[in-house]
Structures are given as C-alpha cells and as structure tokens.
C-alpha cells in the first residue's frame, strides 16, 4: 500500500514549487504597484498571451501566493508575500513534502542531495557542517544522538 501513495506524495513535492512562467509572473508582480493582467503581460520579458499570463496569476491567487481585487472591470493583484518570504515558505513545503515520503526514499534523496551539493556547490556542505554543529553544540545529549545504546 505505501507504494500506492508514493506518486501522491512525490506530486504534492512537484505541485508545492513554482514554475518558470509562475516565477516570471510573480517576479513582475512583485516589482510593479498593483498590476492588472494587460499591465503583466506588457512587463513580461517576452511575447505571452494575455490568456495565459490570467490564468497563470489565477492559479498564483488560488495557491495563495498572491491578493487580488477588483477595480472598476479589472483584478489588480499583489504579493501575499515578500520574495524572500516566498522563497522560504517553497523550501518549507519542497521540505515537508520531502519528509512525508518513506523512509528509503528519504535516504535516498538525503544522499543525493549532499552528492550533488557535495559536486556543485562544495562550499555550502561546508557552511551546512558549520550549521549543523551550532545545532548540535546547542542541544542536550541523547542517547540516540550520541550513539551510546546500552
């Protein structure tokens, strides 16, 4: 059964992050005063449909992401949240989905990721280790943690 609700749970990791177009449209919204749907598309970067760039900010509004009202015949929409904040509630929900997942799927992923960091980006496993030590310098000892089992 539990590999029966393992492609939920990996949808649910893929659904919790934002797009290339929702990131674009987002972006747009953030750095302009209340914008309309004509205003976004005429901010975007490239050609888009005005159809396209409506439903993209209706899903961001579903989702949260974004406020929007009324304005004479026209929604104006607006963060919910600043970038930075964003940013760290989609690690939040990348991360709790993450954790849902089962056991060896955790592992596995866990160990991926430090070998891909590790490759890429050794410099942050570095300030990783430095971060995970302060935790762990601030915390009292188990059993469990210590490796000490009788």
Not at 8 to 23: D, F, I
Not at 24 to 46: F, G, I
Not at 77 to 103: G, I, V
Not at 110 to 135: S, W, Y
């Amino acid at each position: 059964m539990t590999a029966g609700k393992e492609p939920r749970k990996t949808q649910a990791l893929v659904k919790s992050s934002l797009g290339p177009l929702e990131k674009a449209v987002l972006s747009v919204v953030c750095t302009a005063d209340s914008p309309t749907v004509r205003e976004v598309v005429r901010r975007m970067d490239r050609e888009i449909a005005y159809t396209t760039v409506m439903t993209t900010l209706d899903r961001l509004y579903r989702k949260g992401i974004l406020h929007r009202k009324k304005v004479k015949r026209a929604y104006v929409y607006n963060s919910a949240l600043s970038l930075p904040d964003l940013e760290k509630q989609t690690a939040r929900d990348l991360l709790s989905a993450f954790l849902q997942c089962r056991l060896a799927s955790r592992e596995l992923m866990a160990a991926t990721l430090l070998e891909m960091l590790d490759e890429k980006e050794p410099a942050l496993v570095d300030e990783l280790l430095v971060q995970l030590e302060k935790r762990r310098d601030g915390r009292p000892k188990s059993v469990a943690a210590s490796g000490d089992a009788d």
